[in-house]
């Protein structure tokens, strides 16, 4: 069943997010892609995700329905104009990627090429009603298309600090959703409690809310995330878990199991990302019993 399929008929889907490789060696990420290609509906594919200059996303995607796996990639403006995102899109179609991600660009005084000049000719919304555009067959510039491409696309929230946030940010997700948006991608939080009430907030705008979850790696980098990502709720308890493990590999393998466990009975999705550790991937479905 495709994620369309999914997403139409309520069932809850399963994403995995990778990134494409900085550089040319493409067999870690096609050799991670064969181990999931069973057990999941899609393969998100970040571009240039942070500001670091990877392998496009179209052809992350390009490799992806090679493998036989239905990818999903991100789009925004930071990097391109209006001109080169509409040749992308109709590239992508081509290429059999039939999902979309609407996301906003992260600064670039975080990447790996910080001299590079950001464009943002256009935001998500009018991002959104440019592709609702040529899914009619017309261009940004009114033209008619010589065929009609075809997609499912979905627009991501920003990280939600507390309940007034979290009602600012669904007023913003209803304007994406006049502008198009068929899906809600929510970024990650570790209080389960907390997420709950988030995507309740977001099922108000009556299209599929999918949540993320992130893996954590070590202690390190959950006190990290703590301290400089307030918004993703990491608590002190679940930072004494992962130190108090005697495996602490599996114990934060195990904590994005039961995260995405608590999650599956309110959300009607899930996209997993592992930062570099995408061969964990299996087990940490094996832990949500997926």
């Known amino acids: 069943m495709s994620f369309q399929a999914k997403l139409s008929s309520g ?9 494409t490789p900085k550089g040319i060696d493409i067999s870690d990420l096609i050799t991670n892609v064969r181990y999931l290609k069973s057990r999941i509906d899609a393969i998100a594919i970040p571009d240039m995700d942070n500001g670091v200059m990877h392998m496009s996303a179209l052809a992350g995607g390009a490799l992806m329905r090679q493998q036989g796996v239905e990818p999903m990639i991100h789009v925004y403006g930071r990097d391109r104009n209006r001109m080169a995102l509409q040749g992308d899109l109709l590239a992508a179609h081509v290429l059999g990627i039939p999902n979309l991600l609407v996301v906003q660009g992260e600064d670039m005084a975080n990447g790996d090429h910080q001299d590079a000049a950001t464009v943002n000719d256009l935001d998500e919304n009018t991002i959104l009603r440019m592709i609702g555009s040529l899914t009619r067959g017309t261009d940004m510039a009114g033209f008619e298309l010589k065929g009609t491409p075809e997609f499912t696309v979905g627009c991501a929230i920003a990280p939600i600090a507390d309940e007034a946030q979290l009602k600012k940010e669904v007023e913003a997700a209803q304007k994406k959703v006049d502008a198009g948006a068929r899906y809600i991608m929510l970024p990650p939080v570790f209080d389960t409690t907390f997420y709950a009430q988030m995507i309740e907030a977001f099922k108000s ?40 493990a005697k495996d602490r590999e599996i114990e934060c393998i195990n904590i994005a199991g039961e995260i995405i466990q608590s999650l599956k009975s309110v959300a009607q999705g899930i996209k997993i990302s592992a930062l570099g550790w995408e061969d964990r991937l299996p087990a940490i479905l094996d832990s949500a019993g997926l």
Do not use: H
């Open 11 to 19: 069932e809850f889907a399963v994403l995995a997010e990778m990134n």
């Open 205 to 244: 705008l009556n299209v599929p809310v999918i949540a993320s979850v992130f893996l954590l790696k070590n202690v390190g980098m959950a006190r990290y995330i703590s301290i400089n990502d307030p918004n993703s709720r990491l608590s002190e308890d679940t930072i004494r878990r992962i130190r108090k």
